[in-house]
């Protein structure tokens, strides 16, 4: 028999029965390469911010904005029981990058960017914070000129 074969099966074996149900999944995304752990370890470092959004129009606009023309990201897990969405910074770039998405009080969402490379977490929190800020402050903005022209007129 052939031990290079043998040999990576039965270690993987081994781990899978030492470890648990949990690490035999995560062994064999890591085997694939979309193993998600890494991003959620890095959870505590993550970049946050929170807005003023339902959790559901958050995740949207986030998987709008990851698929703008000229910039797309390459989704490759979403895992709705975590909240999370899990990309690789462009197609040619496969640096993880981990969007987790938390409902606070009110119709407001935390997202929190999280990646093993800082590059790659500032540029794609720069991108998904600023698109929704761009998507939200408009209407601010036409609130208060409203108030006003409702102010003035009184």
């Not at 043998?6 to 081994?14: H, K, M, N, T």
């Not at 193993?35 to 949207?60: H, I, P």
């Not at 981990?98 to 969402?109: A, D, K, L, S």
Request: charged share 30%; with cysteine.
């Amino acid at each position: 028999m052939n031990t290079r074969f043998i040999l990576p099966v039965i270690f993987y074996l081994v781990v899978a029965v030492l470890s648990g149900c949990t690490a035999i999944k995560e062994v064999g995304k890591g085997f694939a390469g979309v193993s998600t752990q890494v991003l959620e370890d890095k959870r505590k470092d993550a970049l946050k911010k929170s807005f003023a959004l339902s959790y559901n129009d958050c995740y949207l606009k986030v998987k709008d904005i990851l698929k703008e023309k000229g910039r797309e990201s390459y989704i490759y897990s979403e895992d709705l029981k975590k909240k999370m969405i899990a990309i690789y910074i462009s197609p040619a770039d496969t640096t993880p990058i981990g969007i987790f998405f938390t409902e606070e009080p009110g119709p407001n969402t935390l997202i929190e960017i999280s990646s093993p490379s800082i590059y790659a977490k500032e540029e794609i929190a720069n991108r998904i914070f600023s698109g929704i800020d761009a998507l939200i402050k408009p209407k601010v903005i036409e609130e208060k000129k409203t108030d006003v022209k409702e102010k003035i007129g009184n």
